[in-house]
Nanobody, 120 residues
């Protein structure tokens, strides 16, 4: 019953910016954590940023200083502000969430992904 929907991807030139959104909906009791991952062709999916409820945001070294993740807990929505984009940032970006659908029952959910393409 839980669904994650990403939006905001697109084509941008190197040095540009994009803002991704991830909205979680459905039978949500609470959200333990939300994160962003990405996967480029021929590469495994990698962590971009993750935030645990009540904790700090952790970023992959390759995006530190350029990307900022934020959450609107009231809306069950996560954002990823991506600045100073590089061609190597090109990938499908996926939203991830660890969600309690009931007390003591947590599951991991994934969005469908949104394409980010950074041109030279």
């Amino acid at each position: 019953q839980v669904q994650l929907v990403e939006s905001g991807g697109g084509l941008v030139q190197a040095g540009g910016s994009l803002r991704l959104s991830c909205a979680a909906s459905g039978s949500i009791f609470s959200i333990n954590a939300m994160g962003w991952y990405r996967q480029a062709p021929g590469k495994q999916r990698e962590l971009v940023a993750v935030v645990i409820k009540g904790g700090n945001t952790n970023y992959a070294d390759i995006v530190k200083g350029r990307f900022t993740m934020s959450r609107d807990n009231a809306k069950n929505t996560a954002y990823l502000q991506m600045n100073s984009l590089k061609p190597e940032d090109t990938a499908v970006y996926y939203c991830n969430a660890n969600i309690n659908t009931g007390r003591g029952h947590a599951n991991v959910y994934w969005g469908q992904g949104t394409q980010v393409t950074v041109s030279s």
